[in-house]
């Protein structure tokens, strides 16, 4: 209400308060100081008039050309420090941002090889600067996808992530997924810093990853032929299905979208260890995934597809170590045996133990999966 108060807003201009709406602009001559864009006078720069708009910009679109063979190695830490602070005081520059962001991925990615990147990806300067520039800017889907980019690098700690979740991000990135339906670039980061960051989550963001849920279910349907979406879709069901996110009246439908991406992306080996785990994942906590595997819908029979991705990936142990770990599983309900036993998998668990006679993890997944279907029997 102040803001609107002509006097106030006079105040304002006269102490130099950025709440003015004024941009602070440097006196004639300063950047001619700086001319020559050495590091050291890049940084003085920035040091100097962090709040004055025109300094930190000229700065960032010199680090933004930083060419370590040419200008020498930038003092990192220092530097993510600087640029995060410009970011968080010029939030309400989309050009600040923009620039900013593109150091901080530059930055970010040679501290990927350092000894204190922990340190680095996880610090609140930065943590804070991405979800910021992220609510300042939701509707800027270039700008958001560079700034998933700098986040997909920080995800790789795991001190990151949680800092990440723990400012609330995660309701965010639900809803950018949700308006980004059309964008398909998107989609598929979202569904990878999901993956990421749903690993850490708390009760409190349950409601928000069970929408997650949904959504990504509609991604599945619409983008059912690209590969590489569908990928980063069903790794995200997994985590979140892992996690308990998936109701009791999802199953059956999130069953039937899993075996369909199997049937037509059966040759992507992460997708198919991931949907394995995901099918596992719905298998162990519902009867109805298992009836849902067994009986054939929509043309494919789920069985026959799963016997068919061994076949396929037989030389992959990850693969082959997942298929058995989802048809132990479903050997454990007594309803599922004579159908399994009807379709071989006794044969095919012991082809897959004495080819795998050397892997201890393999062969007690196919021994235990022999064990119950030979309980099946003699019942």
């Not at 109701?247 to 992306?265: D, F, K, N, R």
């Amino acid at each position: 209400d102040l803001l609107r108060e002509p006097y106030a807003v006079k105040c304002l201009i006269m102490i130099g308060s950025s709440l003015s709406g004024l941009k602070k602009t440097l006196p004639p001559g300063v950047l001619s100081k700086f001319k020559d864009g050495s590091l050291e006078n890049v940084i003085a720069l920035m040091k100097t008039y962090p709040d004055f708009e025109d300094a930190q910009l000229s700065a960032l679109k010199r680090l933004t050309n930083h060419d370590v063979d040419r200008d020498g190695p930038l003092d990192i830490g220092d530097t993510i420090r600087l640029v995060s602070l410009a970011m968080r005081i010029h939030n309400d520059s989309s050009t600040v941002q923009s620039e900013g962001i593109r150091v901080l991925h530059s930055l970010l990615s040679q501290a990927l090889d350092r000894e204190d990147q922990e340190e680095l990806l996880s610090s609140d300067d930065l943590v804070t600067t991405m979800v910021e520039a992220t609510r300042a800017f939701p509707q800027n889907p270039e700008l958001i996808s560079v700034i998933f980019s700098v986040m997909m690098m920080m995800s790789v700690s795991d001190s990151a992530a949680e800092a990440l979740r723990r400012t609330g991000f995660l309701s965010d990135l639900v809803r950018i997924m949700e308006g980004s339906l059309e964008d398909r670039e998107m989609c598929q980061s979202c569904c990878a810093l999901i993956w990421s960051l749903a690993m850490t989550e708390n009760q409190t963001e349950g409601g928000c990853l069970k929408k997650a849920v949904a959504v990504i279910c509609t991604l599945l349907d619409k983008y059912g032929a690209d590969g590489a979406l569908v990928e980063s879709a069903c790794t995200a069901l997994w985590i979140l299905g892992m996690k308990g996110h998936i109701a009791a009246e999802q199953t059956e439908s999130i069953t039937l979208l899993l075996l369909e991406a199997l049937q037509a992306h059966s040759q992507r080996p992460f997708l198919s260890k991931n949907v394995c785990l995901a099918l596992t994942g719905l298998v162990v906590n519902s009867e109805l995934a298992v009836y849902r595997v067994l009986v054939a819908a929509a043309g494919m029979s789920g069985l026959s597809l799963i016997k068919e991705l061994y076949r396929l990936h037989a030389d992959d142990p990850e693969i082959v170590e997942n298929v058995c770990l989802l048809l132990s599983e479903m050997a454990y309900y007594g309803g599922a045996r004579p159908e399994l036993l009807l379709q071989h998998v006794d044969q095919l668990m012991a082809e897959i133990k004495e080819r795998y006679n050397g892997l201890e993890e393999i062969t007690t997944l196919a021994d235990s999966a022999l064990s119950r279907l030979n309980a099946g029997i003699r019942m």
